[in-house]
Each structure stands twice: as structure tokens, then as C-alpha cells.
């Protein structure tokens, strides 16, 4: 299996930051890789596919970037909406597998 | 707009079997495309891919499951279901149904029912 690793697991952030979420896999996974965002009793939210495409709706303040086994997800202006779990995931190969998970919390 | 919604019971005994069925609607699981998934999370914990099933009947499943897992499709209910064999308290945890595109990753989810494991 290939094994994702997030970091850091809790980040503390104030409004208005620029916050970056790295994510490692085990080997390369080349652009499969997936970002989500939980909030506390919600399902996860797509936001980001093939490493750094946007989904449709989210806003444009979050982006990524990498490729091979090096990811990373970056909101340039964090707002009171963002404060949530981020969650990476690997779709390279038939057997999926997440990151550990990063919870953004008010500084 | 595909939704999804997982139903059965939220209380299961150990050694007993856990069944879930996800309903989608919006869409058609015969379209073909996507992979219909099952994804848990432990209480307060990260996300676990339990499996996925192809309009077809294949399947892939979790390694660390495989041995107890068991995912099926009703195509003419359009419905998928998970069943999970011999369950103890570590299978308590929030289960999802997911629509997994293998270009998108998991585009549409589940609200997620919550599967306790007590006697």
C-alpha cells in the first residue's frame, strides 16, 4: 500500500494568513492526488483533484501543488470558513489511501 | 446533483455482520465511470477507504479488510451496499458512501451513519 504522510497534524493559524499542508506518499503517485476539507460532523468536501485542479465552487484562495511524492495544499488568506480538517488522498493506485489529516485551528 | 444517503441499523453486536446500504440518486450507477465507494472514520480519528465497486460487480478492497469485507451492487435499485463480517469495537465508527472518478478522486459523499459495535 502506499502510505500518505500529512504534516503538520495541527496547524494554529489567525484570519488572514497564508497556510501550507504538506502531504508525502510512500513512493510516486505522479498527479493522483486529491484534497478534502471536513468540518465537524460533515462528510468530507472535494477540493482540489489531480493535485492542483481546482473543484468547481471552491474558492479560487485555495490552491495546490506537487507531484512524484511531494504535495502541497496552500490557502493564501485563511478566512473564519477554512478553520476545519484537511485531509490528502492518493488515487494512483486501486488500493486508496489518506493522509493522516491536518486540523486548522484558530490561533 | 448526485446524492448519496446511507441507511441500517446504527447498533451492531460483536461477531455479528454490519449492512449498510447507499441509495444514489441524480445519477445512474449503470452509467458506468465511477467507482462506488464505502469509506469509514473512527471517532475523532482520519479517514479510511474501505472499498469500491464498479457497475460491473468488480471490486477492490482495503487489504487490512479484505478477509472480512464484502461490497455489492443493485443496479435496478440503484444502490450498493457494504457488508462487514465478525465486527468488534474497533469497527465503531462513521460510515460513508462515496462516488469515486478515478480523474477526481471522491466527488460526492454520503452524510456518513454513525455503525456502533456494542453488546
Known amino acids: 500500500d502506499i502510505q500518505m504522510t500529512q504534516s503538520p497534524s495541527t496547524l494554529s493559524a489567525s484570519v488572514g494568513d497564508r497556510v501550507t499542508i504538506t502531504c508525502r506518499a510512500s513512493q510516486s503517485i505522479s498527479s493522483w492526488l486529491a484534497w478534502y476539507q471536513q468540518k465537524p460532523g460533515k462528510a468530507p468536501k472535494l477540493l482540489i483533484y489531480k493535485a492542483s485542479s481546482l473543484e468547481s465552487g471552491v474558492p479560487s484562495r485555495f490552491s495546490g501543488s506537487g507531484s512524484g511524492t511531494e504535495f502541497t495544499l496552500t490557502i493564501s488568506s485563511l478566512q473564519p470558513d477554512d478553520f476545519a480538517t484537511y485531509y490528502c488522498q492518493q488515487y494512483n493506485s486501486y488500493s486508496l489511501t489518506f493522509g493522516g489529516g491536518t486540523k486548522v485551528e484558530i490561533k | 446533483q448526485v446524492q448519496l444517503q446511507e441507511s441500517g441499523p446504527g447498533l451492531v453486536k460483536p461477531s455479528q455482520t454490519l449492512s449498510l446500504t447507499c441509495t444514489v440518486s441524480g445519477g445512474s450507477i449503470s452509467s458506468g465511470g465511477y467507482y462506488w465507494s464505502w469509506i469509514r472514520q473512527h471517532p475523532g480519528k482520519g479517514l479510511e477507504w474501505i ?12 487489504p487490512s479488510l479484505k478477509s472480512r469485507v464484502t461490497i455489492s451492487v443493485d443496479t435496478s435499485k440503484n444502490q450498493f451496499s457494504l457488508k462487514l463480517s465478525s465486527v468488534t469495537a474497533a469497527d465503531t465508527a462513521v460510515y460513508y458512501c462515496a462516488r469515486e472518478s478515478r480523474y477526481r478522486g471522491f466527488d460526492y459523499w454520503g452524510q456518513g451513519t454513525l455503525v456502533t459495535v456494542s453488546s
Do not use: A, F, P, V
Request: glycine content about 16%; hydrophobic content about 10%; cysteine-free.
Open chain 2, 51 to 62: 472499498g469500491y465497486i464498479y457497475y460491473s460487480g468488480s471490486t477492490y478492497y482495503n
